[in-house]
């Protein structure tokens, strides 16, 4: 039985940092192509991040990027998205989701999900 887990959400400042988790059990995450997405209320579901199962290749989207790094703890079969220099526009549902390759970024191109971990940004 396989399970993703996202962790490190919750309320920030605007210009404030999180650091995102996702640990799984059953699935080898270093295998993986990794992908995480956001929805914001009222939004699609978006892709925010992806990082190849060889870790040569590291996706950001325009809305992240220049704040956002992607990093794997093999040793720990898990993942890390930190933000930085959050704004309100950012506030959404983070999942984290895994699939054999990036698959063009998009949420229906990947296999295994997470529940999410809500990320507020307000003052």
């Known amino acids: 039985q396989w399970q993703l887990v996202e962790s490190g959400g919750g309320l920030v400042q605007p210009g404030g940092s999180l650091r995102l988790s996702c640990a799984s059990s059953?699935?080898?995450?270093?295998?993986?192509?990794i992908g995480w997405f956001r929805q914001a209320p009222g939004k699609e579901r978006e892709g925010v991040s992806c990082?190849?199962?060889?870790?040569?290749?590291?996706w950001y989207s325009n809305s992240v990027q220049g704040r956002a790094t992607f990093s794997r703890d093999n040793a720990n079969n898990r993942v890390h998205l930190q933000l930085n220099s959050l704004q309100p526009e950012d506030t959404a549902v983070y999942f984290c989701a895994a699939a054999w390759g990036c698959n063009d970024y998009r949420p229906d191109g990947m296999d295994f999900w997470g529940p999410g971990t809500p990320v507020t940004v307000s003052s």
């Open positions: 990082m190849n199962s060889g870790d040569t290749f590291i």
């Open positions: 059953g699935i080898t995450l270093e295998y993986y192509a």
